[in-house]
């Protein structure tokens, strides 16, 4: 209350109202956001930051806002940088006039490139005074950076970065201390950081969401009469509301304009869930054994399905006779015969191209009164010979864009598992018995086309262990059980929920799940692997100090052509040194023989799960040893690459430390470490 009643202080007096948002501004807010760890004090500076646009000039908010979460776009627009650290290093010795050994050298010693920017910009003399930077002005120069393609990318794209940086302003007075301020709001600083993917201030997109609310809810009350405070609840009202509106249509594209012409509080009238806007999938949390699944659901009625081994997709869908308009791009969806279609990842991301058979073949499986729907279900390869389910390693082998569908050597066939949205109406809020009532009445199975997936609902252990053998012999890797009734069944965007629990047949005995990990570097190979890598480092991510932790070693599960296959995609990304922001033990004799960027998420399988001194894995989150030790992966094996992920999608620190929390007997058994096995 305190923080709103005080009035946003001015501390750019020339930025007046309608003037595009300083650049400058917005840098001091980070800074200020960088120099604190307290949640609700990063929460104030930024919605008063928020608040001040939406007095000055409420047309930036949009940009003002994906600045701050690191992102350019919604993900379905598929805007991607496209530009790694050595591009970066290029643009910020060529915008200060230093050689290219000198910023390398730096960074060895910085390790943190937009220090280097800073350093770099403190030692050049400023000749004249350049026009301030924008926030418009920079996200339209990192869109033109990302979308820059074709000949000459490269150099174009190092060319406009050159050109931001050299209106940035620096620190340039005389030395600067980099270890003391983090380098201040220097605008170069933050410009590389979200070249780099990482502003590093602790700023996690929902503290964001709640300072938008906020600042929203204040813009709004003050503007019907200024004398007035927006009450607690108001303020808690308007929170929840955009949590909700944002789970359900998350792309601030459609939801800024919104809320800035109905305002907070009529939100959800006029932004929601709809076919054109992906949403983040409900997820599911690992059990060990089908005991634990009934413990879980005691006294509540749930059901099982088959647990696909395929690829997650989302299909939107508008008939050409629907009322209802497309909400996302028209450009990014695909005119079929019957409407307008497109298929998004588990990530967001556009599939169409992935899957024009699918989307070809449509119509023959939506029911001509089905006239707009959003379907949640799972491609999985097809043997249109024996009929039935391939092997996943199959569905990899197609390929991910530009397909062409007189090329399509493996067929998919959708497996159903949930409806979100149906002629004209969300659906999330209905029990799940209820979706699959609508879901059963909407469509019509066509054989190897499409498929309901096969469900039980059985609630004695025998038959749900009948289920689960069942499910083996259909090629499947396990079972989904999902509560049935009531309002816990409904469906929960974006949330790893209880509601939903997996179980996998190989994991009944072990830590119930394999993990997602990001590589973060390797070791050359020896013998019979000299001209590749043989084995590698690799992380789960901490979601809220935003590093990478260490968590093992690997060099099992490769066979000789993946690893020249990863090899070669590794080579690309290798960096000079750690990021800042990888947690690793310090030891000489730990350190990998080189680094990458974040970038490829593997999945691996483990025996069990130990705490070692070499990892760095929850190390921070009150395991035994202070600290010094983090849990580490015993014989782990590699599995799949998980293209659907991004990095900081990888498993998370919290959810390691809970799979070992989980295990039945925790290290003392279990000996040291046992993962160096190359
Ligand atoms: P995993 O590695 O197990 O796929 P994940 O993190 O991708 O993990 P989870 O929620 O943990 O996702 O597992 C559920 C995944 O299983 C879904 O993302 C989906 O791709 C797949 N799946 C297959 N069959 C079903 C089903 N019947 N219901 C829900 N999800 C299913």
Known sequence: QTTLKAKAKDPYPDWKAGDPVPYAALCTTFSLVEMTSKRLIIQSHCSLFLRQVLRLTPDDLLPTVLLMINRLAADYAGIEL???????????????????????QDQKEIGDLGLVAVKSR???????????????????????????????????????????????????SGKVDITKDKGGPSEAKFIIRFLEGKLRLGLAERTVIVSLAQAMVC???????????????????????????????????????????????ELKDHCKLQPGV???????????????????????????????????????????????????????????????????????????????????????????????????????????????VLPFQQLMTRKKKDVKIEDVKIKVCVFAFDLLFLNGEAVVG??????????????????????????????????????????????????????????ESGYEPSKRSRNWLKIKKDYLSGIGDSLDLVVLGAYHGKGKRTSVYGAFLLACYNTTTETYETVCNIGTGFSEAVLEELH????????????????????????????????????????????????????????????????????????RVRDDKKADMATSSRQV????RKQESVTKSKGPAVDDDF
């Open 82 to 104: 496209g530009i790694g650290e050595s591009l970066i290093m290029k643009a910020i010795g060529e915008s200060t006039g230093r050689s290219l050994q000198i910023i390398k």
């Open 122 to 172: 403190a030692n050049q003399p400023t000749m004249f005074k350049p026009k301030p930077l924008t926030v418009r002005g920079v996200h339209k120069g990192l869109m033109d950076v990302a979308t820059t393609s074709g000949n000459g990318a490269q150099q174009r794209k190092v060319d406009l970065i050159k050109k931001m940086l050299s209106a940035a302003d620096g620190h340039t």
């Open 219 to 265: 813009h709004d009350v003050e503007s019907k009469d200024a004398s007035k405070v927006p009450s607690t609840e108001q303020l808690a009202e308007g929170e929840s509301i955009l949590k909700a509106v944002y789970s359900e249509a998350p792309s601030y594209d459609v939801i800024i304009p919104a809320m800035l012409k109905y305002g907070i509080f």
């Open 278 to 388: 992906p949403l983040k999938p409900m997820l599911a949390k690992p059990t060990k054994a089908i005991t634990e699944v009934l413990d879980r659901f005691e006294n509540q009625t749930f059901t099982c399905e088959y647990k696909y081994d395929g690829e997650r997709a989302q299909i939107h869908y508008v008939s050409k006779d629907s009322k209802l308009q497309y909400a996302g791009p028209a450009s990014a969806a695909k005119k079929t015969e019957a409407g307008l279609a497109a298929i998004f990842s588990r990530n967001s991301e556009d599939l169409s191209k992935k899957y024009p058979d699918i989307l070809a073949k449509l119509p023959t499986w939506v029911k001509s009164d089905t006239k707009s729907f959003v379907l949640d279900c799972e491609t999985v390869a097809w043997d249109m010979v024996e009929k039935k």
């Open 430 to 487: 209905k029990s799940l018995r209820e979706r699959r009532e609508l879901l059963h009445e909407a469509f019509t199975p066509v054989e190897g086309e499409f498929a309901f997936a096969t469900s039980m609902n059985g609630q004695e252990i025998d038959e749900i262990q009948h289920f689960l053998d069942e499910s083996m012999k259909a090629s499947c890797e396990g079972l989904m059980v999902k509560m049935l009734d009531g309002s």
């Open 568 to 639: 070669t995609a590794l080579s690309a990304i290798v960096i000079d040194r750690q990021k800042p922001f990888y947690s690793h033990s310090s030891g000489n004799a730990h350190q990998p023989d080189v680094w990458f960027e974040p970038k490829y998420v593997w999945e691996v399988k483990t025996a069990d799960l130990t705490l070692s001194p070499r990892y760095k894995a929850g190390a921070k989150d009150g395991l035994e040893g202070n600290g010094e030790k983090g849990i580490s992966l015993r014989f782990p094996r590699f599995i």
């Open 657 to 660: 430390v809970e799979m070992y």
